[in-house]
């Protein structure tokens, strides 16, 4: 499993990294809608729809989606940023009330619709983050990144109380924190970095604090979805890794949320 872990990764990263950061505009938009389009294929079966037919022509929908919204200027419009986060309280709701209120969203078709609040977003908050300049997009991968790696050792060194049982056992509230501190300090690097002033440095830091706090939601949602559709991986697209999903859960929160609250910036 390490084995293919490690080729994978060395095979993939590269390939992602040219397109995050070597494409713009329309070519930009093209790679990450490809990158969302094999996780709304994944979607598809966590909603409970398992034939390659029911999934294809959700792709399929979804893509002409993402069409309609690129040609009517919606892709640069903010309103799809404030769906997502409407959206991400509701999904804070479920996961921190589940599975008591399982049967709210249970419904296949129910299911389903949350996509279009988790991955559509996604897809806009990236064109709009990489308009607005490769520095916040690099910022936002690495507060994701910073947020699960502080919190995988907090969590391993002290962590006791647990953050969400009934959905992922392994994470605590000592995790989380380990988290907020780690980005915390990636915010005062950035900040630093790009010679903000006082004033955008505290914002920058309360910001990341926010967002920190919704990747971990965004980590919990799927973990929610998979436990609920009994399977430990969203697919095996990504060898050693599962799918795509299951590698982009905590950004399809971040991401748009970062992407709204930038602007105040």
Do not use: C
Request: no cysteine; proline share 5%; hydrophobic share 55%.
């Amino acid at each position: 499993m390490l084995k293919q872990r490690l080729i994978t990764a060395l095979i993939l990263a590269p390939l992602v990294l040219l397109g995050l950061f070597g494409l713009s505009g329309g070519a930009f938009a093209l790679f990450t809608a490809a990158i969302l389009l094999l996780g709304v294929w994944e979607w598809v079966n966590l909603a409970g729809y398992e034939r390659p037919g029911q999934r294809l022509l959700g792709v399929a929908v979804a893509a002409a989606l993402m069409g309609l919204l690129w040609l009517g200027g919606a892709a640069q419009a903010t309103w799809p940023l404030w769906l997502a986060a409407v959206g991400w309280l509701a999904n804070l709701y479920w996961v921190t009330r589940y599975p008591e209120r399982q049967a709210q969203w249970q419904a296949p078709p129910r299911r389903l619709v949350m996509g279009l609040w988790v991955l559509l977003p996604t897809w806009v908050g990236f064109i709009a983050l990489r308009d607005g300049g490769a520095e916040w997009l690099l910022f936002v991968l690495l507060l994701v990144w910073t947020a699960d790696s502080g919190a995988y050792f907090a969590g391993r060194a002290y962590g006791r109380r647990k953050l969400a049982p009934s959905v992922s056992p392994g994470k605590s509230w000592e995790g989380v924190l380990g988290g907020l501190v780690a980005t915390t300090l990636l915010a005062l690097g950035f900040a630093l970095w790009l010679g903000l002033s006082p004033g955008q440095l505290v914002l920058l830091v309360v910001i990341t604090w926010l967002v920190t706090g919704i990747s971990v939601v965004g980590d919990l949602f799927e973990s929610m979805l998979k436990r609920s559709r009994g399977i430990k991986d969203s697919s095996a697209l990504l060898p050693g890794h599962g799918g795509v999903l299951d590698r982009i859960d905590s950004l399809t929160a971040a991401v748009p949320l970062f992407a709204l609250l930038r602007l105040w910036l």
